[in-house]
């Protein structure tokens, strides 16, 4: 690539559109094209001058033969590909006129929103994928005063919708960790949500937790820790990290500063540019942390991450 300032990205509109049982419409790329036989949102390229929701009802129209009723931003996923750079600009479409049909021979499929990963895709629609079924929320966790006193936090944040926690607690010894990390463990159980400790793999593969790795460990590791299934995440700060994050197969990265924080006064803040600039080199669903509040969900879906993640603003009083 001639210098450092590469092409401007190629505007991509997709939409989620559901049937009455909440299944999500895919369309199968026909033979002949970029990426042929990966399954995708149904959309296509912005023209110039054209509004993005404009595209998106034309693409609609012509590819299926339906209107929509409207578009919500869901979240915008800046992906670089060997050829080219895309911004996939993804919409929740809350309702259509018409009968989907492939007016392009195209194939079509209705899927589960928890069957959606088990498609064959493009680089672009994993964050997609994520944002649709995945928290949009990553609670970290405030080093514990007591035990005691953590747990009570636990169970606000769980009664107030946290779907996603990482139990953070540096300072203490490995079988207080383990002690404090089962009693977490029943907690989120309960409650349907995900756990991962920040520690030693050994330590999650015997309570059956995920595992939140820390950007050493995680440079350190050939191979993914635990088995498919069982969550595994890192702390990424640069574009090194994250390939390492993708290469091992991980399920999700925080990546961060976004913004300055009081937890890591040294650290420079990396601004929401760069956060998707490094985005577009992999394909995982990324959380942003620092500096950040639970209602910056939408600012990070923007630059096309998964969502936010932070301690301190992050749990109840
Ligand atoms: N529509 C759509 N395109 C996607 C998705 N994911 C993804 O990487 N892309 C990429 O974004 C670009 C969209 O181009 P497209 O081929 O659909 O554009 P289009 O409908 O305007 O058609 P055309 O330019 O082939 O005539 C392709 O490079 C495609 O691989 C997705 O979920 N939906
Ligand atoms: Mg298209």
């Known amino acids: ?29 026909t033979a ?11 959309g296509g390229k912005v023209e110039p001058g054209e509004a993005p929701v404009a595209a998106l009802a034309r693409e609609l129209e012509e590819e299926l033969g339906i209107r929509i009723l409207g578009a919500e931003p869901l979240v915008s996923v800046p992906q670089a590909y060997p050829h080219k750079r895309i911004v996939l600009d993804v919409y929740e479409v809350p309702g259509f006129t018409g009968t989907a049909r492939g007016l392009e021979k195209q194939a079509l499929a209705w899927s589960p929103p928890e ?31 007591s035990a005691a006193a953590f747990l009570a936090k636990l169970d606000k944040a769980l009664a107030a919708g946290a ?18 990390a089962m009693d977490a463990r029943t907690r989120c159980q309960a409650a349907g949500a ?48 994250l390939a390492q994050a993708e290469r091992l197969g991980l399920d999700f990265a925080v990546l961060g500063p976004v913004h300055a924080t009081a937890s890591h006064p040294g650290a420079t803040p990396m601004g929401w540019e760069r956060f998707s600039r490094l985005r577009e080199g992999v394909s995982l669903p990324i959380y942003a942390l620092g ?21 301190r603003a992050f749990w109840p009083k």
């Open 32 to 42: 002949g094209r970029d990426l042929a036989g990966a399954w995708e949102f149904p």
């Open 291 to 311: 500096g950040l509040r639970p209602q910056d969900v939408a600012t990070a879906r923007r630059h096309g991450g998964q969502g936010v993640a932070g301690i």
């Open 163 to 180: 779907r996603r926690i990482q139990l953070r607690a540096r300072a203490l010894p490995a079988q207080a960790l383990a002690a404090l």
């Open 1 to 29: 690539m001639p210098g450092d300032r590469p092409e401007p990205p190629v505007h991509v509109v997709a939409a989620v559109l559901r049937d009455a049982r909440g299944r999500i419409l895919l369309a199968r790329r």
């Open 194 to 241: 995900e756990l991962l400790v920040n520690g030693e793999p050994g330590l999650a593969a015997d309570l059956g937790i995920g595992l939140h790795l820390t950007s050493k460990q995680l440079m350190a590791l050939s191979g993914r820790p635990l088995p498919a299934g069982q969550l595994v995440a890192a702390s990424c700060h640069d574009a090194d990290e």
């Open 115 to 145: 069957k959606l990963a088990s498609y064959p895709m493009p680089p672009a629609d994993r964050p997609v994928v994520a944002a649709l079924t995945a928290p949009a929320r990553y609670l970290v966790s405030p080093e514990p005063e």
